[in-house]
């Protein structure tokens, strides 16, 4: 039986500020942070508030279902979960506690390239349907070393994050000197003065030990070791060779332009990741929500749209499935989840979201994903 970690009324502000008391301040600042002056941070929420949704009248909406499928998995509800590197800065449990929880929830996830945990582990004990993210390395040897080490773990489905040829500038993480594994540094042990649960955690096996936030190394042809770039180039050609490498379906996560999508389709991927990287790369870019419409509308159909970036609400999500996203991805608010409860703590935040989603579709007056069209939005007259 799951331990009740959320309490009636609660959002998913209430586990950022849960969380936010749990963990020293350099830890919850290298998850809740953002690049640069935090200007799209701020609208990948603020931007849901410009559009309005629009209840349909007298509709039976006595039972509903939120199921569909990603890429052919049958899923619970269109809620994803984000991949997220150094999830033991949150709990010892890290990835290990969000895929159970994804399990839980009947959804696929994300699984970073960064992982405290093998990715083995990871599949073995999420059992069912992920996502690998891959930062592509420069070499191809070292990009077909770890393609095979991925698709013997069982992932069907790669996500090629495409955003990342360098990371954002991230005052927080630049301010508190974050180094990954987080050591038990004089300023962090001042930061643990109140944070006691968070000290006992790490002692326990949390953010200090194990290979937090590090990539598989693989062996590649040749005999050198190497891993996943945290500096990943991704160009049109290495898009191609992975098409050719892989079978399964692949994602390309952190596309903002629509004009781009013809030429991305052509190099025959699955599926589209609308991201600005949850706000933590390019600052000033628009939220994912403003683009989402006219990258829908590029794609026509060709291949699934996925969005992410600061998706809090029930409305939050319904705003984009309206909108034509297949399915829509949230990354911290599991991390959050896991640094108030670990497993139950993600598992109650993809259950409070489900909630949330399954009451705004009661109260739009649909019943599933298929009584879902542009009517039910509009943009807010301006003030
Ligand atoms: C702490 C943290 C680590 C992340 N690590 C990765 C990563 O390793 N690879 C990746 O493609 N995206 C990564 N992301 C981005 C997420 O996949 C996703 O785009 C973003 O979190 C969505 O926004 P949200 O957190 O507001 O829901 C990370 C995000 C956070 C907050």
């Known amino acids: ?40 941070l701020r609208r990948n929420r603020t931007a849901f508030d410009d559009l309005l949704l629009r209840p ?14 990603v890429l052919g998995d049958p899923v619970s509800m269109p809620l994803l979960v984000a991949p ?17 929880a994804g399990a839980r929830a009947g959804t696929v996830c994300g699984v970073s390239s960064f992982t405290s945990y093998p990715l083995e582990e990871i599949a073995a004990a999420a059992g069912g349907p ?34 990342a ?16 594994p987080l050591r038990l540094t004089p300023r962090l042990l001042r930061e643990c003065a109140t944070r006691p649960g968070w ?16 990539p598989p190394v693989v062996r590649t042809p040749g005999g050198t070791r190497t891993t996943p770039a945290a500096n990943s180039v991704v160009t049109a050609d290495v898009v191609a060779e992975l098409r050719e490498l892989w079978d399964g379906p692949i994602v390309l996560k952190g596309v903002m332009r629509a004009e781009e999508c013809a030429e991305l389709v052509s190099l025959g991927i699955d599926g589209i990741g609308v991201s600005n990287h949850g706000a933590r790369q390019l600052d000033s870019v628009p939220a994912t ?37 297949r399915a829509v991805l949230v990354g911290r608010p599991l991390l959050y989840g896991i640094a108030a409860g670990g497993e139950d703590g993600a598992a109650g935040a993809l259950e409070m979201l489900r909630r949330e989603i399954d009451s705004t579709f009661a109260l739009l007056g649909a019943t599933s994903l298929a009584d879902l069209d542009s009517s039910l939005v509009r943009r807010a007259p301006t003030r």
């Open 84 to 100: 997220v590197g150094y999830a033991r800065m949150a709990h010892r449990d890290a990835e290990l506690a969000i895929v159970r």
């Open 199 to 214: 000290l006992f955690d790490y002692a326990r096996g949390g953010a200090g030990r194990g290979r937090q936030g590090l």
């Open 165 to 180: 040829p360098t990371p954002g500038i991230r005052r927080r993480e630049l301010r508190s000197r974050l180094q990954l």
């Open 1 to 40: 039986m799951s331990r009740a970690v959320l309490r009636p009324g609660d959002s998913i502000d209430d586990l950022r500020e849960r969380a936010r008391r749990r963990l020293p301040r350099t830890a919850f600042g290298a998850i809740d942070g953002g690049g640069g002056d935090e200007i799209t």
């Open 289 to 325: 929500i403003e683009v989402l419409p006219e990258i829908v509308d590029s794609v026509a159909g060709r291949v699934e749209v996925f969005v992410d970036g600061g998706f809090r609400r029930g409305t939050d999500i319904a705003k984009a499935l309206i909108l034509g996203a």
């Open 56 to 69: 349909r009248a007298l509709r039976d909406v006595s039972t509903r279902d939120l199921s569909t499928t």
């Open 130 to 163: 992920l996502w690998y993210q891959l930062y592509p390395p420069a070499t191809s040897d070292a990009r077909k070393a770890i393609l095979e080490r991925v698709r013997a773990a069982g992932f069907r489905v790669l996500c090629v994050t495409i955003d």
